[in-house]
């Protein structure tokens, strides 16, 4: 498979043809619902993009764009695309969405913990999806630890501790991020910033550790499962005020 004019290999080959068929599928089911007479065209476009996240996608009309960061080394990519395939087919068989509850006053900081926490359990259902293909990960891992470092080094309880409260947006998204590198950081590169974390933040272990048991009563594997944890650690964490669990499979909100 060629990728960004580079050959990555065959390992990504499976998992992209089982994307394209659910979103052919896709399609041709919503065709029939509108059976308008119209040719409907369904496309998965990989592009270029210079900076910013590893990858995003961006959906048109149906059709997902997906997006991946050009100095991503070769070797990287098939797992951040086979990340970004998994995401693609997570919308397509209807996995929850985790959106802004609009009777709400919006806090700052409050979109990004909503991205964390559906990340942490969509990611978990990727690398499910994708536990029997090999991949190269390093370059990701020494990425992830250095921002994640770089992260903690921006907090200053010090000057301000107010973000070490549950109901604050920081207090959230470092709960989140422990429990997500609890269960995919390489145990080596963790245990020194957890030991950190344990030490200079024991509220943020403490909320973590309550997103672990919830992730290991409800899991991750399929779209009722993610449900029942999106809206266990929502309401553990207290993002309720500003965040609602979507249903994508009937528009019902938790």
């Not at 998992?15 to 065209?41: H, M, P, R, Y």
């Not at 909503?114 to 990727?126: C, G, H, P, T």
């Not at 509220?203 to 672990?212: A, C, D, P, Q």
């Amino acid at each position: 498979m060629k990728i960004l004019e580079r050959e990555i290999g065959d390992q990504l080959d499976g998992l992209f043809e089982e994307v394209a068929v659910s979103l052919a599928n896709s399609f041709a089911k919503n065709a029939s619902k509108e059976d308008d007479g119209l040719e409907i065209e369904n496309k998965l476009s990989i592009l270029p993009q210079n900076d910013g996240l590893l990858s995003r996608i961006k959906w048109e009309e149906g059709n997902p764009y997906i997006y991946i960061r050009s100095d991503i080394p070769t070797h990287a990519i098939p797992h951040v695309l086979g990340t970004a395939l998994c995401h693609v087919k997570q919308k397509i068989d209807l996995f929850p969405d985790v959106v802004q509850n609009e009777n709400e006053e919006e806090i700052d900081g409050a979109l990004l913990v909503r991205i964390a926490l559906k990340e942490l359990l969509m990611s978990l259902n990727a690398e499910e999806t994708m536990k029997n293909i090999k991949f190269d990960i390093d370059w990701e891992d020494k990425n992830r630890h250095q921002g994640f470092k770089d992260l903690l080094g921006m907090l200053d309880r010090n000057e301000d501790d107010s973000f070490v409260s549950i109901e604050h947006p920081t207090h959230q998204f470092f709960s989140l991020t422990y429990a997500k590198f609890s269960l995919i950081h390489p145990p080596k590169m963790w245990d020194g910033l957890k030991t950190q974390i344990m030490n200079d933040y024991p509220e943020f272990v403490k909320s973590g550790k309550k997103i672990l048991e919830i992730i290991n009563e409800y899991g991750f594997e399929d779209v009722d499962s993610c449900l029942k944890s999106l809206t266990g650690i929502r309401d553990e964490i207290a993002m309720r005020p500003y965040t609602l669990i979507l249903d994508r499979r009937d528009e019902s909100y938790y």
